[in-house]
């Protein structure tokens, strides 16, 4: 790799970590587009697995005592279930696909009916959205929007659910880095210097993050939070449609 390619995606790596850390939030999305844009889709998704085990893991490491063990435990089940079913076909979806569905996904979570609205602590919706958010992992890079769905529809606090979710997206980008690392004929290998930066870089972000957290507002912070979501998601979902304009006219 281009000593310039790697110097940009470790800053970028940095720079989501850093969202992240405000927001909890974003920066996996955004990084996830900036790798497809740098990278063939499975290394994309593999270097991308890394970093987000490394952020999540040092929020489960840090509210570990607040895990709900039985929400975990369903969520798990259903991720494991969806995993094993697409390593059957070993599904690489095309980037323009990738980035439409990622783009879409926050917007359609926000459609689904009220009644609808889910309980992590049923074992059945947490084998249900597990398999869900494993399926949109391994097509788009990330679960995000979904996976908050799934918690903030039942009774946890805030720290059960900050909690939970970060075990719970260890497991599913451990998961994805299975799938794209080691199953999909070896092309998501990583470079292990690469994969070193990227846990340092993540590590960064986060510590920088903590301060400009804890200055800002809840009315300023769930305003910036929203606006970001969406134009974020409404760019993908424009890359996604010139990539398949170009497709179309080449």
């Not at 997206?169 to 470079?191: C, E, P, R, S, T």
Request: with cysteine.
């Amino acid at each position: 790799m281009p000593l310039a390619t790697a110097v940009l995606l470790i800053l970028a790596m940095v720079g989501t970590s850093f969202l992240s850390g405000i927001f909890g939030m974003a920066g996996g999305l955004v990084l996830v587009g900036i790798l497809l844009a740098l990278l063939p889709l499975p290394d994309a998704m593999a270097l991308h697995a890394v970093t987000q085990l490394s952020s999540n893991g040092w929020r489960a490491a840090a509210w570990i005592q607040y895990v709900r063990w039985r929400a975990l435990g369903g969520y798990a089940l259903g991720c494991g279930v969806a995993l094993l079913g697409w390593a059957m076909f070993r599904y690489v979806p095309e980037k323009p696909v990738a980035l439409l569905l990622l783009g879409v996904s926050p917007f359609v979570v926000k459609l689904l009916p009220r009644q609808f609205q889910p309980d992590a602590e049923r074992p059945l919706h947490g084998l249900l959205y597990g398999a869900a958010c494993m399926t949109l992992m391994l097509l788009t890079g990330v679960a995000g929007p979904l996976l908050d769905r799934f918690f903030l529809g039942g009774t946890l606090e805030r720290r059960q659910i900050v909690a939970t979710k970060s075990v719970c997206q260890v497991f599913g980008h451990a998961a994805k880095l299975l799938y794209f690392g080691g199953l999909i004929d070896q092309a998501g290998a990583l470079d292990p210097v690469l994969a070193v930066a990227a846990i340092l870089a993540s590590m960064a972000g986060t510590f920088l993050a903590r301060p400009v957290l804890e200055a800002m507002s809840d009315t300023t912070y769930r305003r910036w939070a929203g606006r970001i979501v969406v134009t974020i998601s409404l760019a993908f979902i424009a890359q996604g449609c010139w990539l398949l304009l170009q497709e179309k006219l080449a």
